[in-house]
């Protein structure tokens, strides 16, 4: 059973830029969460779809955006990218997005602003 | 406001003994809390969790154990094996209307085990 893909693993843009980052869940996951990784901060919630649809939403600017297919894939944008931007971007699927039954998660997508 | 906090940002232990890593919690609505490890270039990966009806929860060397009045659970690796060098992340369930949850994550420990 294929895990979680996210592409791609390396990023490197220049401030203003956008980005568009990738995630394929497993198969049969209709639930695809974004989380950003940063040094101190662990892991902070951008947003989950559900069946195409955003059902929960994290506090991060406008600039931060997402959308899931209809075979579940989703991709996450950032527009206008800035310094503090730099992350490890972090996907996860589930069945049905019960955070008790545990996330599965991509290796991650590194992006780095310059 | 952090709702999940590890106020440890590190722990070093020595093989054989054992590692405690902790997180503590402000929100009593939390009904789920789990534990996930992260190597470097990987994804966290599922480790162990624990229902807020239950105080303990133990799977082979790992044990959750969770005190709801203090709104504190740690977690207890014995005993510690090199391999278990990792950072350590903290995490809350909470049931949202609609019947799905939401994970919210503490800032992580990274474990070193020595030889």
């Known amino acids: 059973k294929a895990g979680v893909t996210q592409t791609p693993r390396y990023l490197i843009k220049t401030r203003g830029q956008q980005v568009t980052l990738s995630c394929s869940p497993i198969s049969g996951h209709r639930s695809v969460s974004w989380y950003q990784q940063t040094p101190g901060q662990g892991l902070q919630f951008l947003f989950e779809?559900?069946?195409?649809?955003?059902?929960n939403k994290g506090n991060f600017p406008g600039r931060f955006s997402g959308r899931q297919f209809s075979n579940s894939r989703s991709e996450m944008n950032v527009s206008t990218l800035e310094l503090g931007d730099s992350a490890l971007y972090l996907c996860a699927s589930s069945l049905e997005g019960t955070g008790v039954y545990g996330y599965t998660f991509g290796s991650g997508t590194r992006l780095t602003v310059v | 406001d952090q709702q999940v906090k590890q106020n440890s940002p590190s722990l070093s232990v020595q093989e054989g003994r054992i590692s405690i890593l902790n997180c503590d919690y402000t929100n009593s609505m939390f009904d789920y809390f789990l534990w996930y490890k992260k190597y470097p270039a990987e994804g966290p990966t599922f480790l162990i969790s624990i229902s807020s009806i239950k105080d303990k929860n133990e799977d082979g060397r790992f044990t959750v154990f969770l005190n709801k009045s203090a709104k504190h659970l740690s977690l207890h690796i014995v005993p510690s094996q090199p391999g278990d060098s990792a950072v350590y992340f903290c995490a809350a369930s909470q049931l949202i209307s609609g019947g799905y949850n939401k994970l919210i994550f503490g800032a992580g420990t990274r474990l070193a085990v020595h030889p």
């Open positions: 779809y559900f069946s195409e649809t955003q059902r």
